[in-house]
Nanobody, 125 residues
Framework: QVQLVESGGGLVQAGGSLRLSCAAS????????MGWFRQAPGKEREFVAGLTRSGTTTDYSDSVMGRFTISRDNAKNMVYLQMNSLKPEDTAVYYC??????????????????WGQGTQVTVSS
């Protein structure tokens, strides 16, 4: 497993942007499929975006498609989530997730075995 630490969350007005970062420690980071999930109060954790080991294939939920961009830098053991045109409904705790055994991006949280502690994103209207 890798250890994951998210950063970059905060308070932003609707229409603004934030960039979340996820720092991974451990070996063979480039072998992990990575994902971003979020959880709003009273709701289940939901898939936001994910990308494959090489970063060449990405997947996004319908709610963020065209506004969010996921990327990774395997040389730096980092994953990023660029969030543009933020909406109040994007307010949630955002989590970085990783799994070594996945062959492709999975949208189910249970498929990932490493998680960060989360970072709060609040979008005001």
């Amino acid at each position: 497993q890798v250890q994951l630490v998210e950063s970059g969350g905060g308070l932003v007005q609707a229409g603004g942007s934030l960039r979340l970062s996820c720092a991974a420690s451990g070996r063979a980071f480039s072998m992990y499929v990575m994902g971003w999930f979020r959880q709003a109060p009273g709701k289940e954790r939901e898939f936001v975006a994910g990308l494959t080991r090489s970063g060449t294939t990405t997947d996004y939920s319908d709610s963020v498609m065209g506004r969010f961009t996921i990327s990774r830098d395997n040389a730096k053991n980092m994953v990023y989530l660029q969030m543009n045109s933020l909406k109040p409904e994007d307010t949630a705790v955002y989590y970085c997730a990783a799994d070594y055994w996945l062959g492709r991006v999975q949208r189910t949280p249970d498929r990932y075995d490493s998680w960060g502690q989360g970072t709060q994103v609040t979008v005001s209207s």
